[in-house]
């Protein structure tokens, strides 16, 4: 019987192909499929696109398309399906990576498939690495010290409502907002009700092509780009 293959859950951070971890990199030179995610709208991958340089050649990239809804029915077949084209990958005895942008698990759609995997059949051979994630790339461009000594640092999604994100960001010292984009005008009326938007910093495309960083939110457009994210440091001394 041929042993089943490994699929490796690979973080290839948020934009630079150079942050990948030597370990990522040696994983996606020896697997003999990538999946790469994408949005059945368009066959478009960004996180394919940073590997593309550490891949070897002629290795079968399979395209895993993904809808943009919040329907969960419809969400729930499409990963179903997903799942079922991976299984069979790793059934046939092939090692495979599935590319993610940032870090595996953290908001990230390899936890998806993940779960979904385990569900169908517990004994899959999966391996995560860990990856470069937008938050800290962010900090470390712009040399912000996310958090020190006693200090606590919010993790969350802008996708929050805004009762929740003020609530949280009021017991906590420092905060990452991820996905920033979903309710910008929202967080930005919260972060000024907290007196917080002087000390919040908002980054787009990070490491990509138009990168964009802004010292002060209230100079942020209405709808900023979907790779977007705000550092909130509340002590800035």
């Known amino acids: 019987?041929?042993?089943?293959?490994?699929l490796y859950g690979i973080g290839v951070g948020p934009g630079d192909p150079e942050l990948l971890t030597l370990k990522a990199v040696r994983a996606l030179?020896?697997?003999d499929v990538i999946f790469a995610?994408?949005?059945?709208k368009n066959d478009y991958s960004t996180a394919y696109s940073i590997a593309k340089p550490h891949l070897k050649?002629?290795?079968?990239?399979?395209q895993l398309g993904f809808p943009m809804t919040k329907d969960k029915d419809e969400l729930e077949k499409a990963w179903t399906a997903n799942a079922k084209i991976v299984a069979e990958v790793l059934n046939a005895g092939k090692d495979a990576a599935f590319l993610t942008l940032g870090d595996p698990l953290t908001y990230s759609t390899y936890g998806y498939l993940q779960r979904t995997l385990l569900a169908m059949d517990p004994s899959v051979r999966l391996q995560a690495i860990p990856g470069i994630t937008s938050f800290l790339a962010a900090a470390s461009k712009i040399g912000l010290v996310l958090c020190?000594?006693?200090e606590s640092l919010l993790i969350t999604s802008g996708v929050s409502d805004p009762e929740k994100l003020e609530a949280?960001?009021?017991?906590?010292?420092n905060a990452v907002i991820l996905k920033a984009y979903?309710?910008?005008?929202?967080?930005?009326?919260t972060l000024n009700r907290l007196r917080l938007a002087d000390k919040t910093v908002l980054v787009s495309k990070?490491?990509?092509?138009?990168?964009?960083?802004l010292m002060d939110i209230k100079d942020a457009p209405k709808k900023p780009h979907y790779f977007s994210l705000a550092l909130v440091k509340k002590n800035t001394q």
């Open 148 to 150: 020190e000594s006693k």
């Open 206 to 213: 990070l490491g990509m092509d138009d990168e964009s960083i």
């Open 182 to 189: 979903k309710n910008f005008e929202e967080i930005r009326e």
């Open 168 to 173: 949280q960001l009021d017991v906590a010292d």
């Open 29 to 31: 030179g020896e697997v």
């Open 37 to 40: 995610a994408a949005s059945t």
């Open 57 to 62: 050649e002629n290795v079968d990239v399979i």
């Open 1 to 6: 019987m041929t042993p089943k293959g490994i």
